[in-house]
């Protein structure tokens, strides 16, 4: 067995594994410990027993025994009757809504009003996801030590108040629904554009980003933004394949084969969007239109930047954001010009959360480049290399340097006159 198998079946079932052994103990520090003792256990075993035909199944087996052992060590020291009552299986309860999947449970524990918004964000991120800290803060533009106080803080704050691991009766559904579907998205977006590691995309992260808002549309099959979340997100996910090269390199949009998106998304994402205009607008539905404008346009040059517009401005009157001027300042740029656009960028210079990114400096790089400023653009594109943590995106504005380098020496040496 390589390092390779491991960190896959890591990815892809550590999340399952603590929700279902979350459920059964109620403890998510107990569950999370013991997660992680059953891959130290899969190390020592796997390389002599082989990688088992269920390799979740068997995660979540070994993390359920030694958390009950945990358990029934305690129970010997310390509050006895209160720690075996722990070990008793509860009956079942009747559930609210016939979804029957941990980890929407343990999404919406983590989005329990309790919890501050950006403790629910950050723990189902950590939780449900798998992310590190260090890939939270990211996402967070926050500090690792900030993000891992947070987490610690709201884990305790499950325990000591005892928030149950269900999904909520339906009048309690509404107050936790709009953090569950930003969980969700910043899931996808996660993996869709990884903020670090060796790889562009974790397709682990989009595929059960997609999976729980298949689940969510089922529990709320009338909230319009989970509708409209899954139409955004399968605009996106269509072009997934197509994001990287057989290298493993970034393809810009513009670059990119539309003949091998997958249409079939595409329409799927057609049907939800119409089905959330039909229950009222909303953020996800203002982005979602957006990514239509992409997803349905036959080539680049006949993408409705009027259209792409108007949804940056509809989505900034549902709260301003950096992240969403500065994607407007591009879709001005592609209508008007790069010189408009780069006017707006530069008004977003001192914006404290885009800066600890590479994000603004690669964007305003990619104007001055278009606007045929390409000394400019070298200075942004080095900066922007400086900030930037995940090695395909490197790789990407490494090329771009290289070709507003050379741009900038072929000028050099032009004769005059």
């Not at 899954?230 to 990287?244: G, T, V, W, Y």
């Not at 930037?388 to 995106?393: G, L, Q, R």
Request: proline fraction near 6%; glycine fraction near 6%; aromatic fraction near 6%.
């Amino acid at each position: 067995m390589d390092g390779d198998t491991l960190s896959r079946v890591f990815r892809e079932e550590s999340g399952r594994a603590l929700a279902t052994v979350a459920r059964m103990v109620g403890d998510l520090s107990l569950a999370e410990d013991a997660v992680q003792e059953a891959f130290a256990e899969a190390i020592r075993s796997w390389p002599d027993s082989g990688v088992p035909n269920n390799p979740g199944a068997w995660i979540t087996t070994v993390a359920r025994n030694r958390a009950l052992d945990r358990l029934r060590r305690e129970s010997l020291r310390g509050d006895k009757e209160h720690d075996a009552a722990r070990l008793v299986p509860p009956p079942d309860e009747e559930e609210v809504w016939p979804v029957r999947d941990d980890q929407l449970r343990l999404m919406f524990t983590c989005c329990h009003p309790a919890l501050s918004s950006e403790s629910q964000v950050a723990l189902t991120l950590r939780l449900v996801a798998g992310l590190r800290p260090a890939e939270i803060a990211r996402l967070f533009l926050a500090p690792e030590p900030t993000v891992s106080q947070r987490l610690s803080r709201a884990k305790a704050k499950i325990r000591t108040a005892g928030i149950p691991f269900r999904v909520p009766p339906d009048h309690l559904l509404p107050e936790r629904t709009p953090q569950v579907l930003a969980c969700i998205y910043l899931v996808f977006t996660e993996g869709y554009s990884a903020t670090s590691g060796d790889t562009a995309i974790r397709d682990e992260l989009c595929e059960e980003a997609l999976r729980l808002a298949r689940l969510l549309c089922e529990l709320m099959p009338d909230e319009g933004e989970a509708w409209a979340l899954m139409a955004l997100m399968l605009f996106h996910d269509s072009r997934r394949a197509q994001r990287i090269d057989d290298a493993g390199d970034i393809v810009p949009l513009e670059c990119q084969d539309r003949r091998r998106w997958d249409r079939a998304k595409i329409e799927e994402g057609v049907v939800c969007l119409r089905a959330a205009r039909r229950r009222g607008g909303g953020p996800y539905s203002a982005q979602a239109t957006i990514a239509a404008a992409h997803a349905t346009a036959p080539n680049w040059e006949a993408t409705d930047w009027d259209a792409v517009v108007a949804g940056y401005d509809e989505l900034a009157a549902y709260g301003d954001s950096p992240a969403v001027r500065l994607n407007h300042a591009v879709a001005v740029s592609f209508r008007d010009g790069p010189d408009t656009g780069l006017a707006e960028v530069d008004a977003l210079a001192g914006e404290p959360r885009l800066a600890r990114t590479h994000t603004l400096h690669a964007t305003r790089a990619d104007l001055l480049r278009r606007a045929g400023r390409p000394a400019e653009a070298s200075v942004e594109y080095r900066a922007a290399i400086g900030l930037a943590a995940n090695e395909p995106t490197r790789r990407f504005l490494t090329r771009r340097l290289a070709e507003v380098d050379g741009e900038t020496a072929a000028r050099q040496i032009r004769p005059r006159g």
